[in-house]
Each structure stands twice: as C-alpha cells, then as structure tokens.
C-alpha cells in the first residue's frame, strides 16, 4: 500500500524502477556497492534525462571535495598502527583489571576494550576482527560456549560507529550538512548507553547460566592488580586522550586530531620497537585498501541523491507515509524498523548516502531535532549488524573463527533486545542525545 501511495504522488516511472532493480540485482551478485550505486545513479540520470551525463563527473568530485572527509583515513590508520604495535592488547590488560571485581570479569573486560578501540578507530568491522583475535580463545577457556563469545564481540564491536569519534558521524555529518564535531558531543551518551546495555547484557547471561567465575578479588588485590595494569600500559590511552581532549576541548577538527593520533600512535611504535620501517608499505596498503571502500560509495552517491531528489522521491516518501499515519510515535518506530532492516544488509556508508536524505525530511516533517535523528539513525543502524541472521558483524566474528554463522546469530539475540530498547530511549527521549549540546542545537 506505502509504495503504491508513493508511486501515485511523485508518478515513478521506468526511470525508477529499472535502476532500482538493477541496483538491487547488482548487489545480490555481489558486485562491489560503489559499483552498483553509480550504475543505478548513472542508468536513472540516463533515462530520466533530468540531469546531463557532463555533469555526473563534477558531481563525483563534489561529493568527496570535504576536508572532514579526510580525518576517515586517519581514523583507519590509527586504528591499524595501534593492533600492529600491540597498544590494542595494552587496552584489553587495563580493562581486565578494571572488571576483575565481577562475575563474569573478562566477558566484561571484552566489551568494554571494544569501546576503547573504538573511541579510536570509528570503524566496527575493524574492532571485531581485532578483540576478536585477542578475546575469543580466552573466553572460551574462561568457560563461554564459543559460539556465545562470538556474539559478545560482534555485540561490543557495534560501538564502532556509536562511540565518538566515529566514522559513521563523519559521514552523515557530511551527507547532511551538520558539524561532524557536534554529532561526535551529542554521541556521547548514546554510545556510552550502548556499551552499558551490552555489558549489563552479558552479566545477566552469565548469571543464569554461570559461563564464567570469578570476582573473589580483594580489594587490595584490586587496586594492585589495576595499578600494575596502569603502570605498564598507561601510555596506550595517550591516543585516545589526545582524540578526545582535541576534539572536545574545540582545540583540533576531528581531522587534526586523526592526524595527530596517527604521528603519535607511529612515533610509540617505533620507540617500543613493535613497530618498522619495513611494516609500513603492509600497514597503509591495509588502511587504502578499508578507505578504498569507503570513498567511491559516497562519490557515487551523489548522482543518485541528485536524481532521487529532482525525482521528488524523498518528498514523495514522506507525503505517503505521513498519509497512512500522522502519529509521530508509529513514524519514529517504521524509521527503527527500516534502519535495523537495512544494517542487516548492507554496510554503514552505503545507508547513511541511500537513506539519510529520505528519511530526513520525515524526521524534520514530524519535529524531530536533526541531531537526535542522526544520532537515532547511526544508532538503529548498529544494532543491524548484529540482528540475525544476517548482520554484518555476525559474519566477521564467523570469519575469523570458522564458527556457524546461525549458532552466533542465536547467541545474539539478547544483545540485539538490549540495544534495541536504548535505541528506542535514544528515539523517543531527546535529551540523550542533546543534554552536552549547545542551546542552538536544541
């Protein structure tokens, strides 16, 4: 009924409907999405003939020609300087310490060194694949059914994008026109939520069904423990202070402040000698590689949010939805649905450049703040990756552990729960997301 109301007002045509399936056949053949984006954009400017082919090529270099867009790689070569120079494992000895105390300790320590990671690298398939490696053997010999470790990780690398400073803001920051370093404030609760639900998440499970011992500790072996963590691992988190002081303080752009994590993150390396010169061509070979991805998605996207646009489709989205319902609530709850549901199958960048510039004018129609929709958006999207069965989180932990992708997808089912009640919060609850705003911002 939706599309058929949405085909009235806007009178779709060919010019739509064959880019759209051929989009949609492209990517069931895996054919890399940048492709399948700029060929449906190109093949829908072509039959529209709404905008010259002379154009696309400007439009192309218009939509990378951001100089946010640059702190993205920074991001990703941060993140792989500190796995190669061992920093990363400094993080899982201080979080171990720090949840000794518990019940369930390392599954704790896990989570939260996904956080820490991802405060720095913005990137959730990057954080899974590296706490993978680290964490999953010893939470099985901890006594987690592996296939359960396996989603505590897809689980806690979700805040990869949720935790500032995160990718993902940069992009929608972009594709929208808002402050990356805004969005980066007003994700900080949300994210910090996240990561709690996550965490409460696994202590719950490991109580009823007692994976892992633990918690005897005494204080004073506490504090000694922690200390003797701190002592040697303390010059790790000299990065993620730097990101977070910079940007925070208004002292750096988020760009600056990838670029000074990455001379420092190199600079440690090579005085710890964990790092080489001869490392270096395989480190930024890896990190091109990740942003090579990135880059072409969200320059083919502009031609095809051009032609959507000039096509009236996002006005034509909301004018139909907003006629079968005008409840702000119901409509918040389709946004959810359609974001989860998108997560599931497709990558972050790709649904920020596709459904962010639909689903705006929707949010805006209905009064919600552009913050606390980007945030609600990123978030929603989150907990996708790891929804069953076909996250993309879920098949990065079952990549690199040969384990069954449906035994972790099962696993994974009380995570998604948690975090889809603290997206509903973020969604229906505007102060999560604007309380360390600015007064304009709210």
Same mark, same amino acid.
């Given at each position: 009924?939706?599309?058929?109301?949405?085909?009235?007002?806007?009178?779709?045509?060919?010019?739509?409907?064959?880019?759209?399936?051929?989009?949609?056949?492209?990517?069931?053949?895996?054919?890399?999405?940048?492709?399948?984006?700029?060929?449906?954009? !190109?093949?829908?400017?072509?039959?529209?003939?709404?905008?010259?082919?002379?154009?696309?090529?400007?439009?192309?270099?218009?939509?990378?020609?951001?100089?946010?867009?640059?702190?993205? /790689?920074?991001?990703?070569?941060?993140?792989?300087?500190?796995?190669?120079?061992?920093?990363?494992?400094?993080?899982?000895?201080?979080?171990?310490?720090?949840?000794?105390?518990?019940?369930?300790?390392?599954?704790?320590?896990?989570?939260?060194?996904?956080?820490?990671?991802?405060?720095?690298?913005?990137?959730?398939?990057?954080?899974?694949?590296?706490?993978?490696?680290?964490?999953?053997?010893?939470?099985?010999?901890?006594?987690?059914?592996?296939?359960?470790?396996?989603? %505590?990780?897809?689980?806690?690398?979700?805040?990869?994008?949720?935790?500032? /400073?995160?990718?993902?803001?940069?992009?929608?920051?972009?594709?929208?026109?808002?402050?990356?370093?805004?969005?980066?404030?007003?994700?900080?609760?949300?994210? !910090?939520?996240?990561?709690?639900?996550?965490?409460?998440?696994?202590? &719950?499970?490991?109580?009823?069904?007692?994976?892992?011992?633990?918690?005897? @500790?005494?204080?004073?072996?506490?504090?000694?423990?922690?200390?003797?963590?701190?002592?040697?691992?303390?010059?790790?988190?000299?990065?993620?202070?730097?990101?977070?002081?910079?940007?925070?303080?208004?002292?750096?752009?988020?760009?600056?402040?990838?670029?000074?994590?990455? @001379?420092?993150?190199?600079?440690?390396?090579?005085?710890?000698?964990?790092?080489?010169?001869?490392?270096?061509?395989?480190?930024?070979?890896?990190?091109?590689?990740?942003?090579?991805?990135?880059?072409?998605?969200?320059?083919?996207?502009?031609?095809?949010?051009?032609?959507?646009?000039?096509?009236?489709?996002?006005?034509?989205?909301?004018?139909? &939805?907003?006629?079968?319902?005008?409840? /702000?609530? @119901?409509?918040?709850?389709?946004?959810?649905?359609?974001?989860?549901?998108?997560?599931? @199958?497709?990558?972050?960048? /790709?649904? !920020?450049?596709?459904?962010?510039?639909?689903?705006?004018? %929707?949010?805006?129609?209905?009064?919600?703040?552009?913050?606390?929709?980007?945030?609600?958006?990123?978030?929603?999207?989150?907990?996708?990756? !790891?929804?069953?069965?076909?996250?993309?989180?879920?098949?990065?932990?079952?990549?690199?552990?040969?384990?069954?992708?449906?035994?972790?997808?099962?696993?994974?089912?009380?995570?998604?729960?948690?975090?889809?009640?603290?997206?509903?919060?973020?969604?229906?609850?505007?102060?999560?997301?604007?309380?360390? %705003?600015?007064?304009?911002?709210?």
């Amino acid at each position: 009924m939706l599309w058929n109301t949405l085909n009235q007002t806007v009178e779709l045509g060919w010019d739509f409907y064959l880019p759209v399936i051929l989009f949609v056949g492209l990517i069931a053949l895996a054919v890399p999405v940048w492709a399948a984006i700029g060929t449906a954009a !190109i093949t829908m400017l072509v039959m529209s003939g709404d905008m010259p082919l002379s154009a696309v090529g400007e439009s192309l270099f218009t939509g990378i020609d951001a100089f946010a867009l640059t702190a993205v /790689p920074l991001f990703i070569l941060t993140g792989d300087v500190l796995v190669r120079t061992g920093l990363s494992r400094k993080f899982l000895d201080v979080a171990e310490a720090l949840t000794q105390f518990a019940k369930g300790g390392f599954g704790s320590a896990t989570v939260l060194v996904c956080g820490m990671f991802a405060a720095i690298s913005g990137s959730d398939a990057a954080g899974a694949a590296a706490v993978g490696r680290m964490t999953i053997d010893r939470l099985v010999e901890s006594g987690y059914p592996r296939p359960y470790a396996c989603a %505590l990780v897809a689980a806690g690398a979700c805040t990869g994008i949720l935790i500032p /400073p995160s990718i993902a803001y940069i992009i929608i920051g972009l594709v929208l026109g808002i402050s990356a370093s805004t969005l980066f404030l007003a994700a900080l609760i949300p994210g !910090i939520c996240i990561l709690v639900s996550i965490l409460v998440t696994n202590l &719950v499970v490991n109580r009823i069904y007692g994976y892992e011992g633990g918690g005897n @500790v005494s204080m004073g072996d506490y504090f000694a423990n922690l200390g003797r963590s701190l002592k040697s691992g303390w010059y790790a988190f000299i990065v993620p202070g730097i990101i977070f002081y910079g940007i925070f303080s208004g002292r750096m752009t988020p760009t600056e402040a990838g670029a000074t994590a990455v @001379v420092v993150t190199i600079a440690m390396g090579l005085v710890m000698r964990t790092l080489k010169l001869a490392d270096f061509p395989s480190m930024l070979l890896s990190s091109a590689k990740v942003n090579g991805v990135i880059l072409p998605i969200i320059a083919f996207s502009a031609p095809l949010a051009e032609a959507l646009a000039i096509m009236g489709v996002p006005q034509g989205f909301v004018t139909s &939805v907003t006629s079968l319902t005008d409840d /702000p609530q @119901v409509l918040i709850l389709l946004m959810i649905l359609i974001l989860i549901a998108a997560g599931c @199958v497709m990558e972050t960048t /790709p649904n !920020i450049v596709i459904l962010a510039p639909i689903l705006k004018p %929707l949010a805006d129609n209905i009064g919600m703040n552009e913050i606390q929709f980007c945030i609600m958006m990123i978030t929603a999207l989150g907990v996708g990756f !790891i929804t069953p069965p076909l996250g993309l989180n879920l098949f990065v932990v079952a990549g690199i552990t040969g384990e069954s992708i449906l035994k972790i997808a099962a696993r994974a089912i009380p995570f998604v729960f948690f975090m889809l009640l603290v997206t509903l919060m973020i969604a229906y609850i505007p102060a999560i997301s604007t309380t360390l %705003l600015p007064d304009i911002y709210k």
